[in-house]
């Protein structure tokens, strides 16, 4: 079993809808939770940052994390085809700057 | 602020020869680390260097090495190229000594081994 698991999809939404992309994770040492966003022939771009359980958002974006489910998920509200891409997951234990990455999951959003 | 660069963005080496990927880091940014992605493996941690000292290692033979020089540049090289050497190879910097802080990412270089 993957330290980090992610639904790679590939996912295909149109245009407005609510995109929820999620991961789920063994290891209870993980504190710092991120969100990134890869577009193609392009480096991985940071969308999200949190650190231990609750929720950020920001702009369009929701980020939630629960450590007791070792669940977190990244919402997308009015999806737009500019957010078609990769989106990882990432996560980093404390004193550990060795960050762990799920598959990624590929979105398509239709116009 | 510039974010981090590498060079070459693409690279096509044969079977044996060894290659050196470079890496400038955002200003003022002490932690470099070098990640390979490949279709099947995803991300994978490769080394992170913190003021010119290899501070982690991941799984990978000692084929692939790194250094970081006193300006934060870091190089990565990786000697007896294999097919499945094939990957883009990631590199990203985080705030200095800061614990968990996220990683930055250039945009990567593409070597092909044939």
């Known amino acids: 079993q993957k330290e980090v698991e992610q639904d790679p999809g590939p996912l295909s939404v149109p245009e407005g809808a609510i995109v929820s992309l999620n991961c789920t994770y063994s290891?209870?040492?993980?504190?710092?939770f991120m969100w990134y966003r890869q577009y193609s022939r392009k480096g991985p771009e940071l969308l999200m940052y949190t650190y231990s359980s609750g929720n950020k958002e920001d702009g369009r974006f929701t980020a939630q994390v629960d450590k007791s489910s070792k669940y977190i998920s990244l919402f997308i509200r009015d999806s737009q085809p500019s957010d078609s891409a990769t989106y990882l997951c990432a996560m980093s234990s404390v004193g550990n700057n060795d960050m762990r990455f799920g598959a990624g999951t590929r979105l398509t959003v239709k116009p | 602020k510039a974010g981090v660069t590498q060079t070459p963005r693409y690279l096509i080496k044969t079977r044996g020869q060894q290659v050196t990927l470079s890496c400038s880091p955002i200003?003022?940014?002490?932690?470099v680390s070098w990640y390979q992605q490949t279709p099947g493996q995803g991300l994978q941690f490769l080394f992170e260097y913190f003021s010119e000292t290899q501070r982690n290692k991941g799984n990978f033979p000692g084929r692939f090495s790194g250094r970081q020089f006193s300006n934060s540049r870091s190089e990565m090289n990786v000697s007896t190229l294999e097919l499945g050497d094939s990957a883009l190879y990631l590199c990203?910097?985080?705030?200095?000594?800061?614990?968990?802080?996220?990683?930055?990412f250039g945009n990567g270089t593409r070597l092909t081994v044939t």
């Open positions: 200003s003022g940014h002490r932690s």
């Open positions: 290891n209870s040492a993980f504190q710092y």
């Open positions: 990203a910097s985080s705030s200095p000594g800061t614990t968990g802080s996220p990683l930055h």
